[in-house]
DNA sequence: TTAAAAAGCTAAATCGTTTAACTTTTTCGA
DNA sequence: TCGAAAAAGTTAAACGATTTAGCTTTTTAA
């Protein structure tokens, strides 16, 4: 029992097949009456429609957007922040009948889905490099978030601003400061960055966090060496830990963490409850996203709250929009109890 | 611009259009000088291969899988064991240069991608029953995991089983018993059963669970009323929340919850400890999955483990392998501290 | 030397639609 | 009643590949 075909329809029906497809697709180029009739007939002998694949082919549009994510998938739908963005682009691309394929950032190529994918949204710096490259030389519309691809528009939060204030708020004139990086260098595990040079500064929003961090330290006139920034390499707790760690048995040791991500804050936080030390007392602690968790510890964590459900969800709003405008979304410092 | 195809780099090199497609697909079908010859050529003018969406409808074939999830893609993404799960999924896939398409179990219908997709796995019972049927009636190949689609391969571990030797180690003569579980009866929030009649009870996993605790129970002569048997519509915090209170609040409280998942497990117990309650003196729980949290609490969790990221991987397999056969996992008891 | 086999390549049919261009029919105001 | 415009359908050419059958040419083997 093959399957059917407009072909075979056309036959049974005694009309041609572009009435047929018309009956599907234009409503408008055909009588009302016919449309009805044309319609129940194919219900009537089976057949549920135009082929996917073909109209793929024909019409050049699949209905499937690709999400490029940064990292690999075994990763990001454990973290929070990541799996709550997912969710908010799910959610359009369900309201406007478009499908989802999820791409892994560290993928060779991206060749096997540009033919017939509408469009890429891509989540974050993908680890492979190679990957920027061909999103930005294919032609299907791309949007980027939490992080930039010349020319093609992006969504973000300010995160130079957000950072510069959130820092603002925790520090002090004479304080010893460290700050918990992201993605700051290459590099496989978590380290001291010293002097490594700085990786991919452009389009990072970590590097502008890392600036915003700067402004309000020279603003204050406190000097934060190098040896002082710790670089993790992907925002999972086993990296933040070892950075923990390492930073709190330093000497002497520091009375300000910066954290460039909840995830680490509230391992840093743990970390230290369990060495007895007084937080905010004797070290004050940010960071950054506002996910749940970290208004439910106590003390619950000061940091930079942004909604990821609505970044997924204006990500793909926009790339469904065909502008090519970036769009800046708001945030809120959420000062919390790792304050004081 | 115009994106280059195959006709035209078969003019530019003067081969027929069948070479340069042998030249990609089908090695042995031309001599390997020629085969280099013209896979250099095509670099250098910039053909990047076949094109995908053509290649879709003349081969039948996309390398796409569909990955139907049971809820909600909102919730799948948070839910550990979902979310391991596609985890194991997405590795195996990408592995074999297969990609992933996420399809949410509370859509209307499967008819958007059936005519390219390679194959479904299917996790858990669709909420949306029709889909069910859909998929049945489809001719792509199918591979459930978690449930149950008349003739086709299933991936589970012996629920019924499992569940049975979790209680047997729970229980003693005379307790005192609830359940909270999962999916049992139709309603949208969380309740007690009462006469409730059980849903689709053929299919469902949670049944199987059902089946194995009553055989626990019968064998030491306890008698669980209807009334103190919970159903929570989903495996969320909220209704685990909500289950928690009822039956803690409940005369006479209960000596030992059995619940069907961790999630729900953990949220009581963490309620039972709020309320005083002393675990596993006063209240013994246990839970079913295996998560990586019920590990970290204090007491830690009785549960049954069960790796998700395996079934997703073997899902994956078993799909691309085509074969027919249902497959059992292994699974393991662990006796926890919740049950002292 | 030559028939048979193997290798290398091509022409043409096909996959199942969509859509621009065209033909025929209907409508409707003057 | 006429003629132009609008409506309803049809035809046929894409869309960009894969693949079978067949045609040359080259190699093998007796």
């Given at each position: 029992?093959?399957?059917?075909?407009?072909?075979?329809?056309?036959?049974?029906?005694?009309?041609?097949?572009?009435?047929?497809?018309?009956?599907?697709?234009?409503?408008?180029?055909?009588?009302?009456?016919?449309?009805?009739?044309?319609?129940?007939?194919?219900?009537?002998?089976?057949?549920?429609?135009?082929?996917?694949?073909?109209?793929?082919?024909?019409?050049?549009?699949?209905?499937?957007?690709?999400?490029?994510?940064?990292?690999?998938?075994?990763?990001?739908?454990?973290?929070?922040?990541?799996?709550?963005?997912?969710?908010?682009?799910?959610?359009?691309?369900?309201?406007?009948?478009?499908?989802?394929?999820?791409?892994?950032?560290?993928?060779?190529?991206?060749?096997d889905v540009v033919d017939f994918v509408d469009g890429f949204i891509c989540y974050g710096a993908p680890r492979n490099p190679g990957l920027s490259q061909q999103l930005n030389q294919q032609s299907?519309?791309?949007?980027?978030?939490?992080?930039?691809?010349?020319?093609?528009?992006?969504?973000?939060?300010?995160?130079?601003?957000?950072?510069?204030?959130?820092?603002?708020?925790?520090?002090?004139?004479?304080?010893?400061?460290?700050?918990?990086?992201?993605?700051?260098?290459?590099?496989?595990?978590?380290?001291?960055?010293?002097?490594?040079?700085?990786?991919?500064?452009?389009?990072?929003?970590?590097?502008?966090?890392?600036?915003?961090?700067?402004?309000?330290?020279?603003?204050?006139?406190?000097?934060?060496?190098?040896?002082?920034?710790?670089?993790?390499?992907?925002?999972?707790?086993?990296?933040?830990?070892?950075?923990?760690?390492?930073?709190?048995?330093?000497?002497?040791?520091?009375?300000?963490?910066?954290?460039?991500?909840?995830?680490?804050?509230?391992?840093?936080?743990?970390?230290?409850?369990?060495?007895?030390?007084?937080?905010?007392?004797?070290?004050?602690?940010?960071?950054?996203?506002?996910?749940?968790?970290?208004?439910?510890?106590?003390?619950?964590?000061?940091?930079?709250?942004?909604?990821?459900?609505?970044?997924?969800?204006?990500?793909?709003?926009?790339?469904?929009?065909?502008?090519?405008?970036?769009?800046?979304?708001?945030?809120?410092?959420?000062?919390?109890?790792?304050?004081?």
């Amino acid at each position: 029992m093959k399957k059917l075909t407009l072909k075979d329809v056309a036959k049974e029906l005694g009309v041609s097949t572009a009435t047929i497809s018309n009956a599907f697709n234009r409503p408008d180029q055909l009588s009302a009456v016919k449309r009805a009739e044309i319609l129940d007939a194919c219900k009537k002998i089976g057949y549920t429609g135009p082929n996917r694949a073909a109209q793929i082919l024909r019409k050049g549009q699949s209905n499937i957007v690709a999400l490029v994510l940064a990292d690999s998938l075994d990763y990001m739908v454990t973290d929070p922040v990541a799996s709550t963005f997912i969710q908010g682009v799910s959610r359009v691309l369900r309201e406007n009948q478009k499908h989802l394929l999820l791409y892994a950032g560290d993928s060779e190529s991206i060749a096997d889905v540009v033919d017939f994918v509408d469009g890429f949204i891509c989540y974050g710096a993908p680890r492979n490099p190679g990957l920027s490259q061909q999103l930005n030389q294919q032609s299907k519309p791309v949007v980027t978030v939490d992080f930039n691809l010349e020319g093609r528009p992006a969504i973000n939060i300010d995160n130079e601003q957000a950072s510069y204030e959130i820092a603002k708020a925790a520090l002090s004139k004479g304080d010893h400061v460290a700050i918990l990086g992201l993605r700051l260098i290459d590099s496989p595990s978590t380290c001291r960055i010293y002097n490594s040079p700085l990786l991919d500064a452009e389009s990072s929003i970590t590097h502008r966090r890392l600036d915003g961090y700067s402004q309000a330290l020279k603003e204050l006139d406190i000097k934060v060496d190098s040896d002082w920034i710790w670089n993790l390499p992907e925002n999972a707790g086993v990296y933040a830990i070892q950075a923990a760690k390492e930073v709190l048995y330093s000497q002497p040791r520091p009375n300000v963490i910066l954290c460039m991500s909840d995830i680490i804050a509230l391992e840093l936080l743990q970390c230290a409850m369990s060495m007895g030390i007084d937080v905010p007392g004797e070290l004050k602690i940010t960071g950054f996203d506002g996910i749940e968790e970290a208004s439910r510890t106590r003390p619950y964590l000061a940091t930079v709250c942004q909604s990821s459900v609505e970044k997924g969800m204006q990500a793909a709003r926009l790339l469904l929009s065909g502008e090519n405008q970036s769009m800046s979304l708001p945030y809120e410092i959420k000062l919390g109890e790792t304050l004081g």
